[in-house]
Nanobody
Framework: QVQLVESGGGSVQAGGSLRIACTVS?????MGWFRQAPGKEREGVAG???????RYADSVKGRFTISKDNAVNILWLQMNSLKPEDTATYYC???????????????????WGQGTQVTVSS
């Protein structure tokens, strides 16, 4: 079992930056960030494999950066140039087997945090 706790969400104006964190109870091979806006399906934002391989959703490439600190089991998501359409609840996820090709597919992940709200105003 893996416990994940997100933190760092909040409200920011368009063009601003925010960094959210996910504290994980133990190391896992794959970790990722997902988001879900009201009335929409959960979507992948960024995922990272233990070897450092990373995937980003096209909508956030060049603006968001995923990183992790294995020493303290924390996953980060640095979000720059935020847009109103980035408004959502952001979830971190962990898994041992999801696979690089499925890093951005929510249905394949087994462990989830409770989410943190990010609101971007225009």
């Amino acid at each position: 079992q893996v416990q994940l706790v997100e933190s760092g969400g909040g409200s920011v104006q368009a063009g601003g930056s925010l960094r959210i964190a996910c504290t994980v109870s133990r190391y896992t091979k794959y970790m990722g960030w997902f988001r879900q806006a009201p009335g929409k399906e959960r979507e992948g934002v960024a995922g990272i494999k233990s070897d450092g391989s990373i995937r980003y959703a096209d909508s956030v490439k060049g603006r968001f950066t995923i990183s992790k600190d294995n020493a303290v089991n924390i996953l980060w998501l640095q979000m720059n140039s935020l847009k109103p359409e980035d408004t959502a609840t952001y979830y971190c996820a962990a898994d041992e087997r999801v696979g690089y090709s499925s890093l951005l597919l929510p249905r394949n992940w087994n462990f989830w945090g409770q989410g943190t709200q990010v609101t971007v105003s225009s």
